[in-house]
């Protein structure tokens, strides 16, 4: 499966943004889908996850209670709706799909098909 990202850009502090993750192929419900990030000196890092059928949600401290992580199956999309954002967001997102899930130990290392990244910057 091919991953494409969208939605990316710059806010202000408290602002949202919109992720969009679409996938090519038939097979996009067989996968488990999620996002990372990696900030500039940092390390790629899990931000959350949602089961085959989207009923399932995984998300990184960080992020839990502003983010929201939703797929359409008839859509073969995922999305990341990002609310009260601050500079510590500010990251390359990547969007990536898996075999098993993992919940909120997804490592990098077990991901198997990445999108190219996204760039979401966040202004103080």
């Known amino acids: 499966v091919q991953l494409q990202a969208s939605g990316g850009g710059l806010v202000q502090a408290g602002g949202s943004l919109r992720l969009s993750c679409l996938a090519s192929g038939r097979t996009f419900s067989s996968y488990v889908m999620g996002w990372f990030r990696q900030a500039p000196g940092k390390e790629r890092e899990f931000v959350a996850t949602t089961d085959l059928s989207g009923g399932r949600t995984y998300y990184a401290d960080s992020v839990k209670g502003r983010f929201t992580i939703s797929r359409d199956n008839d859509k073969n999309t995922v999305d990341l709706q990002m609310s009260s954002l601050n500079p510590e967001d500010t990251a390359v997102y990547f969007c990536?799909?898996?075999?098993?899930?993992?919940?909120?130990?997804?490592?990098?290392?077990?991901?198997?098909?990445w999108g190219p990244g996204t760039q979401v910057t966040v202004s103080s």
């Open positions: 990536a799909a898996g075999l098993q899930l993992y919940g909120t130990t997804w490592h990098p290392d077990r991901v198997y098909y």
